[in-house]
C-alpha cells in the first residue's frame, strides 16, 4: 500500500507499507536554490548541470543528540517523523525540480533543471544493504523501483529515469542508511543515446536484437558468468569498464523497463542482485566492496515507444581495481572515455566467482509477491 503525503515544505513523501496517520514535520517552503540550472557544453552536445546546493548536503553524525537520530534517514527522523516499512521522498537538496528557477541568461546556451529527484528508504534499520534486506522488505524494494519507474516514465515532461544507488563513501554516499535515489531527466544523456544507437545501427546491418545477442554471449561464457536464473544473468561483461564490474541483465526480449517484468521476472531480479551484493560484501571481509549501482531502462527511440531491442540491467560499479585498492577515473577515462581496466575481465569473475556461493549455506524465506496499490492522498494542512 502507498499513502502519499507531503513535507510541510510541499516535497512529495510516498510511505509504502504501514503508515500510522501522523503528519510530516510541518516545516515553511523553501526556495528552490537560485543558482540551479542547466547549461550546454556546445562541443560535446551535453548538458551540465549546475547544482552548487549539493555541497551542503547533510552527513551521518557519529553521536546523537537528546532529540531526533543522528541518521536523518532513521525513523524519528527530520525525513521521516513516524514509522515507517519503506519510503520514497522528493530530495531536500535536488539537482533537478519539477518546477525550476528561470535559468540565467548568459553568453551560451542554458536551460531550467527540469525533472525530479527521488530518495528510496530500502528499510527503517540503520544498518545493512540489498544483501541484508530480509526477503519481505527486498520485494518492496523491488516493487517501489516498478511503481516509481512506472510512474516517472508516464510523465511528458521525462525523458529519461535513472533509478540508481551508491554505496560506501569511496563512491561519495554520505549517509550509510540503506537507500537508493531515482533522478527523471528531461533530456536523454549521451550515454544512453550512444546505446540507443548501437542497438538501432545494429537492427539496421543485422535485423536482430544487439541485447539477446550480449545475454547469449555471456550464457556461453563460463569464465565470465557468476550466477543465472531463468529469467536473468549475472556477469562480469565482456569489456566491463571496472575491474569487478558486474550487470545483471534481462534475458527476455521485451523486458525493457521495470514496468515490463512479470511477478517471477521481479522475484528473480531480487534473488539476482542480492547475490552480487552478497558477493561484494564477502570479497573483502569486514569492509564491503563500494559501488555505484545503475538500472538501465529503455529511453525512448526515436520512434517514441522504448527502445525495442534494450534488455533491462541493473550495472555494478566498484570503484576498485583491488580489493584494496581504489582505482582513479584519470585522464584517458575522463578525457578520451577510453576505459583501461587494470585487470583481465576473466581474472577478475573467477576473483568474484570465489565468493559467489554462501559458505553458511543458510536457507531464507523465498521472495514474496508485493504489489504496491495506490491508497488515497493524505493532504498536508500546511498545503493548499
Ligand atoms: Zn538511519
Ligand atoms: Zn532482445
Aim: aromatic share 6%.
Amino acid at each position: 500500500m502507498r499513502t502519499d503525503l507531503r513535507h510541510g515544505d510541499g516535497r512529495r513523501l510516498f510511505v509504502y507499507g504501514r503508515y500510522d496517520g501522523q503528519q510530516p514535520p510541518s516545516s515553511l517552503p523553501e526556495e528552490g536554490p537560485p543558482e540551479l540550472h542547466l547549461r550546454h557544453d556546445a562541443l560535446t552536445d551535453r548538458w551540465v548541470a549546475i547544482s552548487p546546493a549539493r555541497n551542503t548536503r547533510p552527513q551521518s553524525r557519529a553521536g546523537h543528540d537528546d532529540t531526533a537520530p543522528a541518521c536523518p534517514l532513521c525513523p524519528g527522523g527530520p525525513e521521516l517523523a513516524f514509522p515507517y516499512d519503506a519510503a520514497v521522498f522528493e530530495n531536500r537538496f535536488p539537482t533537478l525540480l519539477p518546477s525550476p528557477p528561470r535559468p540565467p541568461q548568459l553568453e551560451g546556451p542554458t536551460a531550467p533543471s527540469q525533472g525530479r529527484c527521488e530518495v528510496v528508504l530500502y528499510t527503517p534499520t540503520h544498518e545493512g544493504s540489498l544483501a541484508t534486506l530480509t526477503s519481505q522488505e527486498l520485494a518492496q524494494v523491488v516493487a517501489i523501483w516498478t511503481d516509481r519507474s512506472r510512474e516517472l516514465w508516464s510523465d511528458p515532461t521525462h525523458a529519461y529515469v535513472l533509478i540508481f544507488e551508491n554505496r560506501g563513501e569511496d563512491v561519495g554516499a554520505t549517509l550509510s542508511h540503506p537507500h537508493g535515489q531515482i533522478y527523471a531527466l528531461d533530456h536523454i544523456p549521451a550515454l544512453a543515446r550512444a546505446r540507443v544507437h548501437a542497438l538501432e545501427a545494429h537492427r539496421d546491418r543485422h535485423g536482430s536484437c544487439l541485447t539477446c545477442e550480449v545475454v547469449q554471449r555471456d550464457e556461453g561464457a563460463k569464465q565470465r558468468i557468476l550466477a543465472e536464473n531463468d529469467s536473468f544473468t549475472v556477469a562480469v561483461p565482456f569489456a566491463a569498464n571496472w575491474p569487478y564490474e558486474i550487470h545483471v541483465r534481462a534475458k527476455r526480449h521485451g523486458a525493457h523497463r521495470m514496468s515490463d517484468l512479470t511477478v517471477t521476472e521481479r522475484h528473480d531480479l531480487a534473488m539476482a542482485l542480492r547475490t552480487v551484493v552478497r558477493i561484494y560484501d564477502r570479497f573483502r571481509p569486514g569492509h564491503p566492496l563500494a559501488y555505484m549501482m545503475v538500472c538501465q531502462e529503455a529511453p525512448a527511440s526515436a520512434s517514441g515507444g522504448p527502445a525495442g531491442d534494450w534488455h533491462l540491467s541493473f550495472e555494478f560499479l566498484p570503484p576498485n581495481r583491488a580489493s584494496d585498492k581504489l582505482k582513479v577515473r584519470a585522464s584517458v577515462e575522463t578525457a578520451a572515455g577510453l576505459f583501461i581496466n587494470d585487470t583481465v575481465p576473466e581474472v577478475s569473475a573467477a576473483q568474484l566467482a570465489a565468493v559467489s556461493t554462501d559458505p553458511e549455506g543458510a536457507v531464507e524465506a523465498p521472495i514474496p509477491d508485493v504489489e504496491v496499490a495506490l491508497a488515497a492522498s493524505v493532504s498536508h494542512p500546511d498545503v493548499s
